[in-house]
């Protein structure tokens, strides 16, 4: 539905809608979900952001030209930074997301029409990128497609959100009822209904009431002309009810743990709790994150490397390690251990903290304590 509908469904058939009025309702039927949506939606990027992809040559760590390409300049306008989470926003959104290759750059398509084959390559066309639309086709094995799901999952969002919006204007309505002055004014009203009479009247409940009831003044005097006596109802209109502004920031809750269980995003990461943050980080991994980068990494390397060349281990890989903060003193006993066995070497420990190698052959050595012994060796004997 277009903008136009979408201002004739709220306002009807009014050929003026002021600015102010459209972005009110904009405002409240939408800011709350947005808030939550781009939330997951950044820390999902920024996490996928501090991977490095790894690129591999026969089984050895290389830095090469696809090493540069994805990890510091995919294109001439863009750095990895910016390319990796318009990817991913683009991915999450839309559910998909296509990437031509263009010469040695990666460029993320804003429009394609695709044709859908069974037995052989999809054909892309009309593909345009920014202002710029390709005259050309492209070959499924010239663009790198990612499709994340089936469904979209933000049509999900959306239409859960008309209902559950909806509710929570209601609350906010409902509460602002609750809590307004209401003043019932007692006198006699069969007076003569002269201009001048009728003015004096406006004048009392237009002005001074005004000011009265304003919240933002320190203080305000009402002069009440005789024969007129104010009675507060307040206290009976909110009798017995318990409506809170906490039962709207509990609507609004609601709104965020939907969209988190949208985004498998753990509600504490959303909302910024600190406790239980070691296994919130654990959970968001495995759900949120390493499907995304599975899915990134098998699309580069089906499309970047031929079967040969990855069976012979020549591949990248997109590291997820360096998203989770490393404390030393709780990754200490865990090196020595690996290091003992053989697991590390110092360059793969240096590597793990973040540091730069050592360019000296014995860092890359691997070492064994003498405590250990094959297994089908005789305990005590020798090999």
């Known amino acids: 539905m277009g903008f136009a509908n979408w201002v004739r469904n709220i306002f009807g058939n009014r050929k003026e809608v002021t600015l102010k009025e459209c972005f009110y309702n904009l405002g409240i039927d939408y800011f709350y979900k947005k808030l939550a949506v781009e939330t997951c939606i950044d820390l999902i990027a920024n996490s996928l952001t501090k991977c490095e992809i790894q690129t591999f040559e026969n089984g050895k760590k290389k830095r090469g030209e696809n090493y540069y390409l994805l990890n510091v300049q995919p294109n001439a306008n863009q750095n990895a930074f910016e390319f990796m989470h318009r990817l991913v926003r683009k991915l999450l959104l839309e559910s998909e997301c296509l990437v031509v290759m263009q010469g040695d750059q990666l460029l993320i398509v804003d429009g394609y029409n695709v044709t859908d084959f069974v037995l052989k390559e999809n054909y892309y066309k009309d593909v345009v990128v920014g202002d710029l639309l390709f005259d050309k086709t492209f070959h499924e094995s010239e663009v790198l497609h990612f499709k994340l799901r089936d469904e979209n999952m933000m049509a999900v969002i959306d239409g859960m959100y008309e209902s559950l919006g909806k509710l929570l204007v209601s609350s906010m309505d409902f509460y602002k009822r609750k809590n307004n002055k209401r003043i019932l004014i007692k006198g006699d009203f069969l007076r003569a209904q002269d201009e001048e009479t009728q003015k004096e009247i406006d004048t009392m409940f237009e002005e001074q009431l005004k000011n009265w009831f304003d919240p933002n003044k320190a203080g305000s005097a009402f002069q009440l002309i005789k024969g007129y006596e104010f009675e507060d109802m307040s206290d009976a209109q909110t009798a017995g009810s318990n409506h809170t502004s906490r039962d709207i920031a509990e609507l609004i809750n609601d709104i965020f743990h939907y969209v988190a269980m949208a985004f498998h995003v753990p509600r504490g990461i959303l909302k910024g709790d600190v406790a239980d943050i070691e296994n919130q980080i654990d959970s968001f991994l495995m759900f949120g994150i390493n499907?995304?980068?599975?899915?990134?990494?098998?699309?580069?390397?089906?499309?970047?490397?031929?079967?040969?060349?990855?069976?012979?281990?020549?591949?990248?890989?997109v590291d997820t390690s360096r998203i989770k903060v490393t404390d030393l003193t709780k990754f200490a006993n865990a090196a020595d251990k690996l290091f003992a066995i053989g697991g590390f070497s110092i360059n793969d420990i240096l590597e793990e903290l973040g540091g730069e190698p050592i360019e000296e052959e014995w860092a890359n050595h691997r070492y064994v304590t003498k405590n250990y012994e094959r297994a089908d060796s005789p305990r005590g004997g020798e090999e």
């Open 291 to 317: 499907p995304i980068a599975e899915l990134i990494q098998d699309e580069f390397n089906r499309k970047m490397y031929s079967k040969k060349e990855y069976l012979e281990r020549t591949y990248l890989k």
